[in-house]
């Protein structure tokens, strides 16, 4: 396993930024950069533990591969779901321009 | 300010008094829009109040009652919803601008189960954005204050189930706990609230924070109205994956046992612990002495681990939350802002509707599971993950339930923590552990501190344990009653 990571610079943080979809500002930027180094900084606890051997827990139940009988039930109306879309058009959801013009 | 229940009494026996017919469901309900509109205004325990659905839902229990039809089990008794559980055609905000007019297509299976047992849901209260916070300072609309003190936080995420019951608003009311966000603001407004077993209560509506952390559970001004409503919501649902297939057990079985005989171990880790206030500490060995005295065989005992359940946490649970928060991405409901692309149209969007708590535990997990640091961080933090579950486990080989501390202080004053947010995310010390195992647990109102803010005890049990811990927390409100008459 590999050990924690440098301190969290501000082009990290940026780069976060871009992955997540979230248009920050410079103040952001440099806010969430101590911010984030702060809490990650207290994690490094955890990196003290000897975890050799131990497995992960996902989530604390016992179940596996929850599956029910293949049988039509209703569905949620699609008009009731469209009509709180942003922009809707002839039954679909309508986003703005996904490739680029070249 | 009034009391807990506002003196408007517990809703077990509205729920009786309805059934048997020498209550109206309506009348009770009058009372407490009455309250609402006088008190709400300084409270701010609610985003969105159902006055007129709320009337027609009383007056079908009413109906059914004269026609001698079963009214079900919390007959006309009123239920404040967290805004994060979806109720059709009814705004569900989870106090974020990002769903501000959004009105979900279906309601949550809590919800349905609710109507079914004849309760009236009276509105919507507020929260932290998307659950994340521990005072509900983080809403997009504003935050609530403390029925006790309205200077000072009430909670949260959860804080305004909390202060609706507090406020005598509703005797009853659903929270969801992802890191004790119904348990800290419960501990914090003097009520009882508790988180049962992950996958006890169906999340299907519930708008998701950390799933394999979040359960919804219940508020209420005692103990038995809290296993009430419990009983009410627990159980199998097809619609959730993680619903447990067992019957459920019973909340409210032996709240009148007492606890003779019952093994407890206070948890040094979670009690006399750095960072947890002196006043705290004595509340949680008051209320270990009164199970002692009353035949319970109490003992400390140590999970080691424990200690670094909030760092583990705070791993797991924004890494889960980057997750589930990307469907927020202006396509199929809530805000868009428009962009001269697709991404530009996401990133504009995602950054106009959430507020800043909510980017940053986006940031934090997007970081946390980005190539390269993903096994450095959400790996370790769920292989720490298991080794709580084990000290937990050993624990119980001891003990039938362990005792702790709710929250380290008792509330703090609005404003107080808002610029720093890993003091604010010590708020969560004791009640993050539960979330991480999928245990249940509860707390109490034990006291006050010497701000004469309350105080709250918290009661551990293991998975599925729910009888045994809520026949322990009867146990510990009857003390604190005990206590309260000693000292007056």
Not at chain 2, 58 to 87: F, I, S, W
Not at chain 2, 248 to 253: E, K
Not at chain 2, 277 to 295: I, K, S
Not at chain 2, 380 to 391: F, W
Request: contains cysteine.
């Amino acid at each position: 396993m590999s050990g924690m990571p440098a301190r969290i610079s501000r082009a990290d943080v940026a780069h976060v930024a871009r992955l997540a979809r979230l248009d920050l500002t410079d103040d952001e930027l440099e806010r969430f950069t101590d911010q984030l180094g702060a809490v990650l900084e207290h994690a490094r606890d955890v990196e003290a533990l000897d975890t050799e051997g131990v497995p992960p827990t996902a989530h604390p139940l016992p179940l596996r591969n929850v599956l029910r009988e293949d049988v039509v039930t209703p569905s949620l109306d699609r008009d009731e779901v469209l009509a709180q879309a942003p922009e809707a058009e002839a039954d679909r959801f309508k986003v703005p321009r996904i490739l680029g013009d070249a | 300010m009034s009391g807990p229940a506002g003196g408007r009494g517990p809703a077990v026996e509205l729920a009786a008094g309805v059934r048997s017919g020498e209550r109206r469901a309506i009348d009770a309900l009058e009372d407490y829009l009455v309250a609402i509109a006088e008190g709400d205004d300084q409270i701010h325990a609610f985003n969105h109040v159902m006055a007129e659905s709320a009337r027609a839902a009383a007056a079908a229990v009413d109906e059914a009652v004269a026609a001698e039809r079963d009214p079900g089990p919390l007959a006309g008794v009123p239920v404040a919803l967290k805004d994060n559980l979806c109720t059709r055609g009814v705004p569900t905000t989870c106090s974020s601008r990002i769903l501000d007019s959004w009105l979900p297509p279906y309601d949550a299976t809590v919800v349905t189960r609710l109507r079914h047992a004849g309760a009236v849901i009276v509105g919507k209260t507020n929260l932290d954005e998307f659950a994340m916070g521990s005072s509900t300072e983080n809403s997009a609309f504003g935050p609530t204050r403390n029925p006790r003190n309205l200077d000072r936080v009430p909670g949260g995420s959860s804080g305004g189930s909390a202060a609706a019951v507090a406020a005598g608003f509703a005797p009853l009311a659903l929270g969801s706990d992802t890191g004790g966000s119904i348990r800290q603001p419960a501990a914090l407004c003097g009520v009882v609230g508790a988180k049962p077993t992950y996958g006890l209560v169906s999340r299907y509506g519930l708008v998701a924070f950390a799933s394999s952390l979040d359960q919804i559970g219940p508020f209420g001004a005692t103990v038995g109205d809290a296993a009430a409503l419990l009983d009410v919501i627990s159980g199998h649902d097809h619609m959730d994956s993680t619903s447990l297939p067992s019957a459920p057990p019973s909340a409210a079985a032996r709240l009148s046992d007492g606890v003779e005989g019952l093994r407890v171990g206070v948890v040094t880790e979670l009690t006399a612990a750095e960072g947890i206030a002196a006043e705290v500490v004595a509340r949680v060995r008051q209320a270990a002495d009164a199970l002692a005295a009353a035949g319970a065989k109490v003992e400390d005992v140590s999970v080691p681990a424990a200690v670094y359940g909030l760092s583990a946490y705070y791993l797991i649970a924004p890494a889960e939350a980057s997750s589930n928060l990307a469907r927020y991405d202006g396509v199929r409901y809530g805000l868009r802002v428009p962009g001269a692309d697709i991404t530009e149209m996401y990133g504009q969007t995602r950054a106009a509707g959430f507020g800043a708590e909510v980017k940053r535990r986006i940031m934090l997990g997007t970081y946390a599971l980005s190539a390269g640091y993903y096994d450095a961080y959400y790996g370790q933090a769920q292989r720490v993950r298991t080794l709580i579950i084990r000290d937990f486990e050993a624990a119980y080989e001891t003990f039938d339930v362990l005792l702790s501390a709710t929250t380290p202080t008792t509330a703090f004053e609005i404003g107080a923590k808002t610029s720093d947010p890993l003091s604010m995310y010590l708020s969560d010390l004791c009640t993050i552990p539960s979330n991480l195992a999928g245990h249940p647990a509860i707390t109490v109102p034990f006291g006050t501190g010497t701000d004469g803010m309350p105080i709250g005890v918290q009661v551990l049990a293991p998975a599925l344990g729910e009888t045994v811990m809520f026949q322990v927390a009867a146990a510990i409100e009857d003390a604190a009653r005990a206590h309260e008459e000693a000292v007056r």
